[in-house]
Structure formats: structure tokens, C-alpha cells
């Protein structure tokens, strides 16, 4: 089966480097929330933006187009064993896909102006979808992340 992908638009990102992600992560390894940029929708889909701004945050979609190759066991950032690549975000994957969940600050146009970009500029959009409730789990495990989480 082969899958074809599109991208939707671009991120807009004060993170030119896969390195200034890794250099935010260590200023603040509790995450890039207040870190804001854009996203840029391209025109023949601008139409679809159509009422995101009534949503306090989106889930986006993304291509990791720098990424080169995987391994099934990386080292993720701030441990130092080796983990299965399914248990990290690492970008480094057999399909280069992205998720994360940004807060919308404002629209203009086809432009989203939102607050917690972990993405590098020129990163492509594949999809946007709304954050909602059905998103939100109670009881949830973090594996091998909640010894980490404890020692914050």
C-alpha cells in the first residue's frame, strides 16, 4: 500500500536547527510553552481554518523533513538507555511523522499565530485537528518518563 502525503502549509519557527530545539530543551526541559511562531497555511486550504480560532489549542500534524533514517532503540533526550524508538518522540522513524498540540493565539488570514512550537522553520504541515475533550485521558502512565518526571 503506498500512502501519499501533502503538506497543508509551513511552520514559522524561531528554531532554525534540529540543534536549537535540542538547546531549548535543555533551557527548559518542561516543555516550549510559551515559545510562540506561525503557521502558515497555504491559500487552497485556507478555507479550512474557517472557525480554529474558537479552539484554545490544535493538534498539527507534521513531517520531520530532516530526519534521515531509525533505529528501533534510541537514546532518548535527558536518559541515558537505550529505549524502543515507539516509547520517545525521537524524529528519527520508520514513517517521519510528527504530533503535537499547540495553544492558538490568534488567526489572520491563513495565518495561525499559536504558543508552544516545538518545530523547526520550514517544518510542512500535514494536517490540523481541533483539541477537544475526547483528547483529554484521566489515568495516564508515563513509562519510563515517570522516574524522569520525578526527579524535576
Known sequence: MEIK??????????????????????????????????LEIFEEYEAGLKDTE?????IIIFAFH???GYRLHTKPFLDDQLRGLFSTRSPNRPNPIGLT??????RKG????????????????????P????????SIKFG????????K
Open 101 to 106: 498540540v499547540v495553544k492558538v493565539v490568534e
Open 5 to 38: 502525503l501533502r503538506p497543508i502549509g509551513v511552520v514559522h519557527s524561531p528554531f532554525k536547527t534540529n540543534e536549537d530545539i535540542e538547546t531549548e530543551r535543555f533551557a527548559d526541559p518542561q516543555g516550549f510553552d510559551s515559545v510562540e511562531g506561525d
Open 54 to 58: 474558537g479552539f484554545s489549542h490544535l
Open 66 to 68: 530532516e530526519s534521515e
Open 110 to 129: 491563513n495565518r495561525l499565530r499559536v504558543k508552544g512550537i516545538d518545530m523547526i522553520e520550514g517544518t510542512p504541515i500535514l494536517e490540523i485537528k
Open 131 to 138: 483539541y477537544t475533550p475526547r483528547d483529554q485521558k484521566p
Open 144 to 151: 519510563w518518563l515517570e522516574d524522569k518526571m520525578k526527579k
